[in-house]
């Protein structure tokens, strides 16, 4: 499979025009897999490795491609230079993560050329990019496959066109996208575990290319989720974290006559009896009170709220297509607080959007200050190609908008010390991960609000248990179990 046809009309490449439409309902299909009859048992004795950038969807879709992977035979290896078949789960939100993956692709490059059976291949956001897609035609001949965020199921048919007509294939859909239900799967984690209850974005914020890649959106039908949880309650898990691009646009998309939103399915998740449920991201613009109050109501919903704004200042808010005043989000962090005083709040920020003066950046500190999140992402302003933002000439410097990473980093640390210590003296359920990962002597786990706990005692993973916490630093809560 070392020469490659380049035929680019035989190929589905991707279509930023095609993937911006926002036409057809989503259908939802119960069935759309199955294992070809060629690879029936095919990866028995070999090997695969999955590579995954980026967030939670990606993270979900990988381990849907691993359980379509097992049920051929193929058995996972943590080392992909020593595999039979690589993937790499792509993510498009920055430049640094394209960066990351070209190194990769030129490392399997080089095992193809001693190992002609050796198969890779790039799926995920990335491979929804037109230009991305045209760098790895032009400089990497030796790839097997491209495809992308709506065909996943598919891997298996792809493989096989691979395998048996020995020919890049390069499949990445550009059209909206559907629901594909009923879709093997093996979970990384068996006590806690994501449940997608939508897919897409239909918010085109101008630094993003989610709307894109990840298309428009589609919502799961209410007992497709429910189902999904309940069946994770049977097998022992202990949390499920609801995710999706935009998770409280659920619903919206369906006929006016349903109006089952977001608060109404984390009512009923909440009602299965799951003992812990998380869920992200959310658009502040679509977070509705309701979902509070939801919160509020329900003890196993984890008092934690991820609620990116990105910038403090209204006009670089507009110019970003995200227009909401920054008085409601306040608001709206007050009637968080208020109704529910120990949930923690995180956000995402970005530093150096085109032209952002001084005084802007200056207001996202203002913003910070007088919200005191308990954490934050944040990033430097990355230029997507296909995006709105993309063609804005920009004057600020990259020395600049280091500096003023640098600067707003300073006061994210502070209050995520000043938020931890808080807890100092008092006791909270930790549900247990394990021994932490640099001391085998100490168990690890997570608060209800999302915070790293490392304690001493003795609890097995899966377990819940109370521990009185005793110091903290930025990133983690210490102490130790109590009866």
């Not at 939508?198 to 497709?224: A, L």
């Not at 990105?310 to 006009?315: A, F, K, T, V």
Request: proline residues 3%; contains cysteine.
């Amino acid at each position: 499979m070392s020469s490659k046809k380049r035929d680019l009309s035989k190929y589905f490449l991707p279509d930023f025009k095609q993937a911006r439409k926002r036409i057809k309902k989503a259908d939802i299909i119960e069935n759309g897999f199955e294992i070809p009859t060629n690879l029936v048992n095919y990866g028995i004795g070999k090997t695969y490795h999955i590579k995954t950038f980026g967030c939670q969807s990606n993270l979900r879709d990988t381990e849907t491609m691993m359980g379509m992977l097992e049920l051929i035979g193929y058995e996972f290896n943590e080392n992909p230079l020593t595999s039979d078949l690589v993937i790499l789960n792509t993510c498009a939100i920055r430049e640094h993560a394209e960066d990351k993956v070209f190194a990769d692709i030129g490392i399997l490059e080089k095992i193809k050329k001693t190992n002609p059976n050796f198969i890779f291949g790039v799926c995920g956001c990335m491979a929804q990019e037109e230009i991305v897609v045209k760098r790895i035609l032009k400089s990497n001949s030796n790839i097997d496959f491209i495809f992308g965020t709506h065909n996943v199921h598919r891997i298996l048919n792809i493989l096989e066109q691979v395998i048996f007509e020995k020919n890049l294939v390069v499949e990445v859909w550009s059209h909206e996208g559907d629901v594909i239900e009923n879709l093997p799967t093996k979970r990384s984690n068996n006590l806690k575990g994501f449940v997608n209850v939508m897919y897409g974005c239909d918010k085109f914020c101008t630094y993003c290319i989610v709307p894109v890649t990840r298309g428009k959106i589609r919502s799961r039908r209410k007992q497709d989720i429910l189902n999904e949880v309940n069946q994770m309650i049977s097998e022992g898990y202990k949390e499920v974290t609801l995710i999706g691009q935009n998770v409280n646009s659920y619903g919206i998309d369906f006929d006016n006559e349903s109006r089952y939103l977001f608060w109404n399915l984390l009512e009923d998740v909440a009602k299965t009896g799951i003992k812990r449920i998380r869920f992200t991201t959310s658009n502040p613009w679509n977070f509705s009170k309701e979902i509070v109050d939801v919160m509020k109501k329900y003890q196993n919903i984890m008092p934690h709220i991820h609620l990116p704004i990105q910038s403090g200042d209204e006009l670089i808010l507009k110019k970003m297509n995200r227009a909401m005043k920054i008085s409601d989000y306040i608001e709206l962090i007050d009637y968080i607080r208020y109704n529910i005083p120990n949930c923690s709040i995180t956000t995402d920020l970005i530093v150096g959007f085109p032209n952002e003066t001084k005084e802007q950046f200056d207001k996202t500190l203002e913003l910070y200050k007088r919200i005191e999140f308990d954490n934050a992402f944040t990033f430097i302003y990355s230029k997507r190609d296909g995006t709105i933002a993309a063609i804005i000439p920009d004057e600020i410097t990259i020395e600049e908008k280091k500096e003023r990473l640098q600067k707003l980093n300073e006061i994210v640390k502070y209050y995520s010390k000043k938020n931890n210590e808080k807890y100092v003296n008092k006791v909270i359920e930790v549900l247990v991960d394990g021994p932490s990962k640099k001391d085998k002597n100490v168990i690890s786990g997570y608060s209800p609000q999302w915070k790293v706990v490392n304690f001493i005692g003795e609890a097995k993973a899966g377990e819940i248990v109370k521990v009185l916490i005793t110091s903290a630093s930025r990133f983690t809560l210490n102490g130790k179990m109590i009866d």
